[in-house]
């Protein structure tokens, strides 16, 4: 199995009364945006806007970001199960623009009628500043739509619309008229490699709950879906979306897209290992005994590959965490050296237990740093997709003034700590 | 420079326990310790003042007293925060962290407090705050005053490396977790590890286990059949409507609600705030997270003698453990002390 990557870079993104990727320059007409989406977005008012790194533009009510990437020659879909019928992918010629984000902003129509878990939480980037090192996308360019359903939009509806919406118009710019660029070419594949290598997969679980905080696999829920095998390919085609709005945790529908921890073993395959490929779980059942039981299939999916060992990740936090340490347990009980990589709750003052649950197990983790711990957030001259931030449900802020609060504001904020470095230290 | 100096209602020079709720009162110039510190500085030109506030005023009106800490440092605009020393004093070494703390977080200038390490405001130090170790009791106070000058002298001086070896020299050094920057992303440092992992090299876990506080489930005392049982939960069931505006995440309160007289939970009266789990099955039927009609049951079968008249609740997610062991102790104190002697504590 092998896709062929066709990746092209901007350097420059702007309004144009044409949609055209001419070098590294990307001419964008609404117009041409609006005629792609006019049958999803009936009783939803858009505003379109540019952000750019390194500009002082704060986005806020981020609800997803999308990777540009769509099929060539029109051979099946990316984003499976979204559009027509499901076709598998991670074969064939994807085109995508790597540093392009579509980002979503938006708050739902009828937040009162949602149940405490279903609300979703504040997010937003910051281009620079204190903030851009903890907001995810904030080194990428972006077409941002800022949506507002009037009330005759439910909000199931709207979760639906603001997906497709991003979608469609993540595989509309990828296919946009090129001129005078060629892209980079990769090819995404798994080939056969030194046996002596030590074999390793990747262990990648995801937040799905219910609606609002659950990830799709070909369309699909994955709390509906038991451990499966992933190929590295599938999901540069978009196999894994998110629907998951618990923003600072989330795992943007980009990033399932463009993995760095994908990217860093498929770099390493043939090298010093022998990449096996992705383990897809699922976090956040809802007993001990089923978290227990996702642990141990994961492990014996993992044993069943000839895994020597895994790196695990895990989207979302506290209830979550005890799956992915039933996981890590059940890897290292069947022999599977396991590296698990999560975020610290340390507390504002430092002196917190770090991880809700630790088993002994688990003896070799990374850390992406604390959390919880309060940072000052200056203001940024520009803000995009609304006027007031709530401060997770607890009271509302002006994002135009400066304020103190810890990461959990950002979104992606988990994720992009861990890409920045970021880790926790006792304090010398 | 600007140095302001906080000091409670004794250290101030105002008065003893009968001053304990003074509110904060902001004094030109040096006063009591003070004064030590600014002769040790006449040579740097420096303006002095001084914050007094009850060591009471400021635990029962803390965002009163934080308030009119913020006017003052608008008003003076120091460029140099101190509290205290406050030795083993309790309450004055709680109020000296937050306030540096506080200040360091919001106003973005150094902040320096001194105190013994027993001192529970060990506990609520933020990060970049200095805590200059000092003895028990103010015996230890010119000795602590030096070191606040020390200290001071080279903050003026900009000297790194002399404030670093200040800092292992006489800092308290309290282990708290910040975080840093590590030199490389967490995908690189996690592939590294594996291969180390796998091929014997030694390797660090970045996050160390931490042992965790045992707290080992009592004998009932006396028999089930004479105890008062008592329904607590950590899953958010309040009254429809959340009239105590109970937090559905990083929970820092807890409620009692009665259920006197009722014989299960309906349907429609109550709800779950909670972001943590599906609540929707809960809201349905909310004796499946405070099970009072199988309590019922069992109460009229005399299986234990009597349910507690009010059901206990918090919401345990996104909080901080400190936190949710303060609202158990607290929960248990009024529970222990109506005479109720078994509870049935359900979670999420």
């Known amino acids: 199995m092998e896709l062929q990557l066709l990746d092209y870079a901007l350097e420059e993104i702007q309004w144009s009364e044409h949609t055209a990727l001419n070098g590294k320059s990307l001419s964008v007409c609404v117009g041409d945006l609006q005629e792609q989406i006019k049958d999803l977005s009936h009783g939803i008012q858009i505003d379109y806007e540019l952000a750019r790194p390194g500009e002082s533009k704060r986005i806020v009510h981020v609800l997803d970001t999308v990777l540009p990437i769509a099929k060539l020659n029109r051979s099946g879909s990316t984003f499976p199960g979204f559009e027509g019928a499901a076709q598998l992918v991670g074969t064939g010629q994807t085109t995508r623009i790597r540093n392009l984000l579509v980002t979503i902003a938006a708050r739902f129509p009828h937040p009162e009628a949602m149940t405490p878990i279903e609300k979703p939480r504040e997010g937003m980037i910051d281009m620079a500043g204190v903030g851009a090192p903890y907001s995810y996308g904030s080194d990428y360019f ?37 001129n005078g660029n060629e892209p980079d070419r990769k090819i995404i594949a798994l080939k056969p490699v030194d046996k002596r290598l030590p074999k390793v997969v990747l262990i990648y679980q995801v937040q799905s709950q219910l609606v609002c905080a659950r990830t799709f696999y070909y369309g699909e829920e994955v709390s509906k879906t038991l451990p499966t095998f992933v190929h590295p390919a599938e999901f540069f085609d978009g196999a894994v979306v998110s629907g998951n709005y618990k923003s600072e945790r989330k795992i943007p529908t980009s990033r399932h897209c463009a993995n760095p921890f994908i990217a860093e073993l498929l770099e390493r395959h043939g090298k010093t290992m022998n990449f096996l490929g992705v383990i897809l779980s699922r976090g956040y059942n809802d007993s001990f005994e089923q978290k227990k039981k996702m642990g141990l299939w994961v492990a014996r999916l993992a044993r069943n590959l000839g895994a020597d060992g895994a790196v695990a990740f895990m989207e979302g936090t506290g209830n979550g965490t005890v799956d992915f340490m039933q996981t890590v347990k059940a890897c290292e009980d069947e022999g599977i050296r396991t590296v698990a990589v999560l975020h610290e709750s340390n507390g504002p003052k430092g002196y917190e237990r770090p991880l809700v649950d630790h088993p002994k197990e688990a003896d070799s983790m990374i850390s992406r740093g604390n959390v919880s711990e309060k940072i000052y957030i200056p203001p940024l001259a520009t803000v995009i997709g609304g006027a007031e931030i709530d401060l997770h449900l607890k009271a509302t802020h002006d994002p135009r003034l400066p304020f103190l609060f810890d990461p959990t504001i950002f979104f992606g904020s988990y994720s992009k700590m861990g890409d920045c470095g970021f880790r926790a230290a006792y304090e010398s | 420079m600007k140095v302001l100096h906080y000091l409670n209602q004794f250290f101030a020079q105002i008065g003893g326990e009968e001053k304990a709720g003074q509110e904060v009162l902001f004094i030109p110039g040096a ?16 303006e002095y003042a001084t914050l007094a506030c009850g060591d009471n005023y400021f635990h029962e009106q803390e965002e009163k007293a934080l308030r009119g800490i913020r006017d003052a440092l608008e008003q003076f605009q120091p460029d140099l925060f101190l509290a205290g020393p406050a030795f083993n004093a309790g309450r004055y070494g709680l109020a000296c962290a937050k306030v540096c703390s506080w200040v360091r977080d919001n106003w973005r200038i150094p902040a320096i407090t001194g105190m013994h390490e027993d001192n529970p405001g060990t506990k609520e130090i933020g990060r970049h705050v200095f805590v200059i170790q000092t003895g028990a009791s103010a015996a230890s106070m010119q000795e602590s005053l030096r070191r606040f000058s020390l200290l001071i002298e080279r903050l003026l001086s900009g000297d790194n490396t002399a404030i670093e070896n200040f800092r292992a020299e006489h800092c308290l050094p309290i282990p708290r977790r910040f975080t840093v920057r590590s030199g490389a992303p967490d995908h690189v440092r996690a592939a590294d590890l594996l291969l180390a992992k796998i091929q014997g090299r030694p390797y660090e876990s970045e996050i160390p286990q931490v042992e965790t506080k045992q707290h080992p489930i009592p004998n009932l005392t006396g028999k089930l059949r004479d105890a008062t049982v008592a329904l607590v939960t950590e899953g958010g069931l309040v009254p429809k409507g959340n009239p105590d505006r109970l937090e559905s995440s990083r929970g820092s309160r807890y409620f009692k609600y009665t259920i006197e007289g009722r014989e299960n939970l309906r349907q429609g009266e109550f709800e779950a705030m909670h972001t943590g789990y599906d609540t929707s099955t809960v809201d349905k039927d909310p004796d499946r997270i405070v099970p009072l009609d199988a309590m019922r049951v069992l109460e009229k079968g005399k299986r234990f003698k009597k349910l507690h008249d009010h059901y206990f609740v918090t919401t345990g997610t996104g909080a901080m453990p400190s936190k949710m062991e303060e609202i158990g102790a607290g929960i248990a104190e009024e529970l222990a002390g109506s005479g109720v002697g078994a509870v049935i504590l359900t979670a999420t």
Do not use: M
Not at chain 2, 31 to 46: P, Q, R, S, Y
């Open chain 1, 142 to 178: 972006h077409l941002i739509l800022a949506l507002t359903p009037d009330s005759s939009v439910s909000n199931a509806a709207f979760d639906q619309a603001l997906r497709n919406i991003a979608l469609r118009c993540a595989r509309f710019l990828a296919q946009v008229d090129k």
């Open chain 2, 31 to 46: 006063v009591g310790a003070g004064t030590v510190i600014e002769n040790a500085l006449k040579d740097h030109g420096v």
